[in-house]
């Protein structure tokens, strides 16, 4: 087993960190359909962000699956314990 769950929440917490550096960005430069439109700083930069969420999102439930394979776990409750022990904001009551 490549991870342990302590380092399955550190993933959780720094995709999540990705995610607020999107929602951020994109509170900040506003709609990209608003007159004008973004600069291609802008845009590169959200296209970035966006892209590094993605990725570390898809690190995270790749490890998750893995995980809950090695320990015999359901996927999504290994996920549903890691986004609760990590805070994540869409975390749900455990």
């Known amino acids: 087993m490549a991870d342990t ?4 929440v550190v993933k959780q917490q720094v995709a999540d960190e990705a995610h607020a ?3 951020e960005l994109r509170d900040r430069f506003g709609p990209p359909t608003q007159q004008g439109g ?6 590169e930069t959200y296209e970035t962000a966006w ?3 993605r990725d570390l999102t898809r690190d ?5 699956a893995d995980y809950a ?3 015999g776990q359901e ?3 290994v996920e549903a314990q890691v986004r ?5 904001p869409e975390a749900t009551d455990q």
């Open 51 to 53: 892209r590094a969420w």
């Open 21 to 23: 550096k999107v929602l």
């Open 60 to 64: 995270v439930q790749a490890a998750a």
């Open 69 to 71: 394979k090695a320990t």
């Open 38 to 43: 973004w600069t291609p700083l802008q845009t």
């Open 75 to 77: 996927r999504t409750e």
């Open 84 to 88: 609760w022990r990590a805070g994540s």
């Open 5 to 8: 769950f302590d380092e399955l």
